[in-house]
């Protein structure tokens, strides 16, 4: 009955979130639009599946994955051992990731664009194993107690001068590969083992020192993305390897045009998506059994919850990418398309700016972060603020990044322009928000609302002329994540400015 409970518990959180994508496209939709998009029934289908497959997977995470995660955390902090952990932080970081739902879906739309040339498996790869890296440093820095703001300086100055030599096809998808590797599997896993540890040390802050984790983790895939985009683009004759991509492509979608004739949505397809999201969870389970049978040589407790949670998981993920093909990315690409048919840009201006608000307002890892931020800072926050501040940047940014869209201004004036002045933020902001500052860019958009808004980006630059769906259709969730660290690093110093006059005067 408890189990009951809590799938249920599940289910309204996957609604909830959804929810504000439903009224902000709704009242679209009905008083700016004024028609109805074509293939409604087969869209809400999909919604219906995503929220379906999003409470199934949270159930599997509650009842498997976490728990055995967070007992290992404490073993491991318990027992000191530096190698350990660090080697325990990579091997979580890079698991989680490539499991993440809203990282499959963004890599997946970044093959099928880039006709191939980007690999969906290889960039899911390059970003674990830089998830990984950075959580094992982040994990040194938490035992070391160095204050985060010198790590995001100096990295965000990485981040930028190699953005001078990346290729326009890449930037775009580079800085948006950051924001979605923390979402629904990455943030709980990693912020505990952050908290966790600082909570676990003596003289550890858990506001300076266990936030910060989930900041790196956004951070470094931005570099590791846009050297591939390097290799990819710079290394090798476009010519040659378009035209491959294409025809493998073309027969890849022929293939599976006769396979879902045949089999159907149920059959050796649906078998084959099954495998596939096996294999995403695979790395999971086996750093799980590994350290808890080979390093901590204690038996699994509750091995058939366990393995329950784990089946739950595979099936929600599949639920998931199914819902999303046939709900999300087509609300996307039809909105995009209406929006830009109006006569005037306004309300493809409005729409981001609520679509980004109304979704961050409801996003439920910003509320749980704003509530441990207040307890953490013992009065110095607020956490409505901080979702309201929150909220206000990610508005700001995605329609910001949808201006870039319209008048097709390089992404890369944008993007460092956005960093810089994050970095001159970050420097006079007081230390103990820095790092929740940069963990929340890390967690403002949610499992639902990134398929929504890459999908919103790529139909702007598929409908504008002249605009290109790989160069310009990625970039509105790198925005989402830049401007809500301008918001919360412009609140903090403005309240510590705030203090003497107040105390002048009580």
């Known amino acids: 009955?408890?189990?009951?409970?809590?799938?249920?518990?599940?289910?309204?959180?996957?609604?909830?979130?959804?929810?504000?994508?439903?009224?902000?496209?709704?009242?679209?939709?009905?008083?700016?639009?004024?028609?109805?998009?074509?293939?409604?029934?087969?869209?809400?289908?999909?919604?219906?599946?995503v929220i379906i497959g999003v409470a199934v997977f949270l159930q599997g995470l509650e009842l498997g994955?976490?728990?055995?995660?967070?007992?290992?955390?404490?073993?491991?902090?318990?027992?000191?051992?530096?190698?350990?952990?660090?080697?325990?932080g990579f091997c979580l970081g890079f698991s989680s990731v490539i499991a993440e739902p809203a990282l499959i879906a963004v890599a997946e739309q970044a093959e099928e664009i880039s006709e191939g040339r980007i690999k969906a498996l290889t960039l899911r790869l390059l970003i674990a194993l830089s998830v990984g890296l950075v959580v094992a440093l982040g994990v040194l820095r938490t035992l070391?107690?160095?204050?985060?703001?010198?790590?995001?300086?100096?990295g965000y100055l990485l981040v930028t001068g190699v953005t001078f030599f990346a290729p326009e096809e890449i930037v775009g998808l580079a800085y948006d590969s950051?924001?979605?590797?923390?979402?629904?599997?990455?943030?709980?896993?990693?912020?505990?083992?952050?908290?966790?540890?600082?909570?676990?040390?003596k003289g550890r802050n858990p506001l300076a020192h266990g936030f910060g984790l989930v900041a790196l983790a956004v951070m470094v895939p931005m570099i590791a993305v846009q050297f591939y985009g390097i290799v990819v683009y710079n290394l090798f004759p476009v010519e040659t390897l378009t035209a491959t991509a294409s025809a493998m492509a073309s027969q890849a979608s022929q293939a599976a045009e006769i396979v879902t004739e045949k089999s159907g949505p149920i059959g050796l397809n649906g078998l084959i998506d099954l495998l596939t999201m096996l294999r995403d969870v695979l790395p999971i389970i086996v750093v799980i059994l590994f350290f808890q049978y080979a390093v901590i040589r204690k038996p699994l407790p509750?091995?058939?919850?366990?393995?329950?949670g784990f089946a739950m998981v595979i099936l929600g993920l599949y639920a998931f990418v199914l819902g999303l093909k046939l709900g999300l990315f087509p609300v996307g690409r039809s909105m995009a398309e209406q929006l830009i048919a109006l006569d005037t840009l306004v309300y493809v201006y409005l729409f981001a700016l609520a679509i980004g608000f109304a979704t961050t307002m409801a996003e439920p890892a910003l509320i749980a972060i704003g509530g441990q931020a207040e307890e953490a800072a013992r009065g110095k926050l607020n956490a409505k603020h901080i979702r309201l501040l929150v909220a206000l940047g990610v508005a700001v940014g995605i329609t910001i990044g949808v201006h870039r869209i319209v008048t097709g201004d390089s992404i890369h004036q944008y993007i460092m322009g956005g960093?810089?002045?994050v970095i001159l933020l970050t420097w006079f902001a007081p230390r103990f928000i820095v790092p929740l500052a940069f963990d929340l860019g890390g967690v403002t958009t949610s499992e639902v609302t990134v398929p929504l808004v890459t999908a919103l980006g790529i139909g702007l630059a598929t409908q504008i002329e002249g605009r290109s769906a790989l160069i310009d259709g990625f970039g509105l969730i790198a925005f989402a994540s830049i401007f809500p660290i301008v918001t919360v690093l412009l609140y903090a110093i403005v309240m510590e400015r705030l203090k003497p006059a107040e105390g002048d005067n009580p």
């Open 65 to 88: 994955v976490f728990p055995v995660g967070k007992g290992l955390s404490n073993a491991f902090a318990r027992r000191g051992s530096l190698p350990l952990l660090m080697s325990f």
């Open 419 to 421: 960093y810089a002045l």
């Open 144 to 154: 070391l107690g160095h204050p985060l703001h010198w790590y995001m300086i100096i």
């Open 302 to 308: 509750y091995v058939r919850r366990v393995i329950m």
């Open 1 to 49: 009955m408890n189990h009951l409970n809590t799938f249920w518990y599940n289910l309204r959180h996957a609604f909830g979130n959804l929810l504000p994508i439903i009224i902000v496209v709704g009242l679209f939709q009905t008083a700016v639009i004024g028609e109805m998009p074509d293939g409604l029934a087969g869209m809400v289908l999909g919604l219906a599946i």
């Open 178 to 201: 950051g924001g979605v590797t923390t979402n629904i599997v990455t943030v709980p896993l990693i912020a505990a083992l952050g908290i966790g540890l600082a909570g676990a040390i």
